[in-house]
């Protein structure tokens, strides 16, 4: 309760922040005008960026502020910031802090020349055009070639009501990066490929089957846990069986689709032979990594396979022919393909540029060129020749030195190169340009192809922050991780339904039937904004 409380607090404080923000907008659009309306410096060319045109000697000072604490502040020193600093002639200082950080800058007027924050549903994101820029009009105004670099599903996908752009995203996925293959799929279930001969390679599609595979494992390998662990009960599975994301163009409960409770029980099944461990309920990720590292789950439905990839490593190394590999797994009872999910079209992390910015076109110029082909491989990759050749696959890979660095002294390579680190406008379809997939998951990311579905329909439809709705979605979703152990681990039948009946109920005393109606409604204007009917 205190938890949520202080939540709270810290919500209606930044509302209040924001709305004096609104209220000041007079004398700060003001200023903004009179810069605006200022010449950049330099004669625009839509098919040149702007920063190679931007001849001005004297060195810009930007701010930008980072909502994180862990952000690395270091500019100007590695070799990613020491050419950005040299090819833009920008120094920047970089803030870091947290959302009562943030709060405090709004309540003090003191905004920074540019912000990037981690939630494009949050209320400073829905009301950044009471302090931030339109992008459209500054691209116009200082540097028109960042609407060759910039995707205008992207942008369209973060306009606003008043029709503009603020806030530019990375790692924002369209269906073109989805189509072209530059997504990797990072779920999939997994057994290790000695288990899976010991036992026959036998099918694990239908509930049956893989009851019976669990007994195997059981059987034959008393000291492994034939299943685990509990990460992957929830959204995973769902894909994983291809629930459906929506019925009748509306919001549709997953939760209590009954092919996807049919598999549940199984594993409920599974648990009561001694299948599933109660440790997997209730082990850290340092735990879990460890029994990963040392192979003690026999089989594993995972998600975020690059992550754990260094684990699955570790236990290939060691344990030659005794590997992970991905199967088919459970499948969907009616008949449903696997619709599993990766990183969506709201992207990650949002990039603004604040009205208080003292050089809107260095601002601008920044944005272009890191979003630009020479920034986004400077910062994924470095420099060809320097640190990164072109193999005869076409594959990008580091030079052999900055290999054994990053592989022997990490935090060396961070320090001095800083390469994969600054990912403010980051994007997949430059990681896939390079082989840096682990020996490990290369089997499991090929399982994946083809099995790939945006969950685009579904992204930002929560109820806005501060609304009583939100408030009962918070609720209903822890309420919802407690049902759905409880369901895995319940003894018997009736403990099972009766568990199961009382969230249903919980349901009913939470206000679900306006929440799936706001959903419902989120979900038609992502229809508009995606140009589907």
């Known amino acids: 309760m205190s938890k949520l409380l202080s939540i709270l607090t810290k919500s209606i404080m930044l509302l209040l922040a924001l709305t004096l923000v609104l209220t000041g907008c007079t004398s700060t659009t003001s ?141 924002s996925n369209t269906q073109a990066d989805y189509d072209k293959g530059f997504i990797p799929a990072t779920t999939a279930f997994v057994i290790r490929k000695d288990v899976y001969e010991a036992i026959g390679k036998p099918s694990m599609k239908t509930p049956e089957e893989f009851v019976s595979a669990m007994e195997q494992i059981k059987t034959q390998f008393p000291k492994l846990i034939p299943f685990g662990p509990s990460e992957a009960f929830g959204n995973n599975l769902q894909d994983y069986l291809g629930v459906a994301l929506e019925k009748d163009g509306k919001f549709y409960d997953r939760n209590l689709d009954e092919d996807y409770l049919t598999w549940i029980k199984t594993f409920n099944t599974v648990y009561k032979n001694g299948g599933i461990s109660d440790d997997s309920f209730a082990d850290d990720d340092t735990a879990y990594s460890e029994k990963v590292k040392a192979g003690k789950y026999a089989s594993m439905l995972i998600s975020g396979i690059p992550q754990k990839g260094g684990d699955l490593q570790t236990y290939m190394s060691s344990n030659p022919g005794k590997e992970y590999i991905a199967v088919d797994g459970p499948q969907s009872t009616v008949g449903n393909e696997p619709t599993l999910n990766q990183s969506g079209i709201t992207g990650w992390m949002m990039n603004y540029i604040s009205k208080n910015c003292k050089d809107p076109a260095k601002a601008m110029q920044i944005f272009t060129y890191l979003l630009s082909e020479k920034g986004e491989l400077l910062t994924t990759y470095g420099i060809k020749g320097k640190t990164y050749t072109v193999n005869a696959d076409g594959k990008y890979e580091f030079t052999p030195e900055l290999k054994e660095m990053r592989l022997k002294n990490p935090d060396q390579f961070k320090k001095e190169y800083r390469m994969g680190e600054f990912f403010f406008f980051g994007h997949d379809k430059y990681n896939a340009l390079s082989d840096s997939t682990l020996e490990a998951t290369k089997q499991l990311e090929a399982w994946g192809k083809g099995k790939l579905k945006p969950h685009f329909i579904l992204e930002g439809t929560d109820p806005d922050q501060g609304t009583p709705e939100a408030r009962a979605l918070s609720a209903i979703q822890t309420n919802w991780d407690s049902t759905l152990v409880k369901m895995i681990r319940a003894k018997n039948d009736n403990q099972y339904d009766k568990t199961l009946s009382a969230y249903k109920k919980f349901l009913g005393q939470n206000n679900w039937d306006k929440i799936s109606e706001i959903r419902s409604e989120k979900m038609d204007v992502n229809r508009k904004k995606l140009g589907l009917k």
């Open 31 to 171: 200023n903004s005008s009179k810069d605006t309306k200022s010449s950049a410096g330099y004669k625009l060319d839509e098919n040149t960026p702007a920063w190679k045109l931007d001849n001005r000697k004297k060195t810009t000072t930007l701010t930008w502020y980072v909502n994180a604490d862990w952000w690395n502040t270091d500019y100007g020193h590695d070799f990613v910031t020491k050419q950005i600093k040299k090819d833009l002639n920008v120094d920047i200082k970089f803030i870091t802090g947290d959302d009562t950080k943030l709060n405090a800058l709004f309540s003090s007027g003191d905004i920074p020349d540019i912000i990037s924050i981690f939630d494009a549903n949050s209320q400073v994101a829905k009301k950044a055009n009471t302090w931030a820029m339109p992008l459209n009009e500054l691209a116009k105004k200082y540097d028109p070639y960042f609407t060759k670099v910039a995707s205008k599903d992207s942008m369209d996908w973060h306009k606003l009501d008043d029709g503009k752009t603020y806030g530019y995203a990375n790692y």
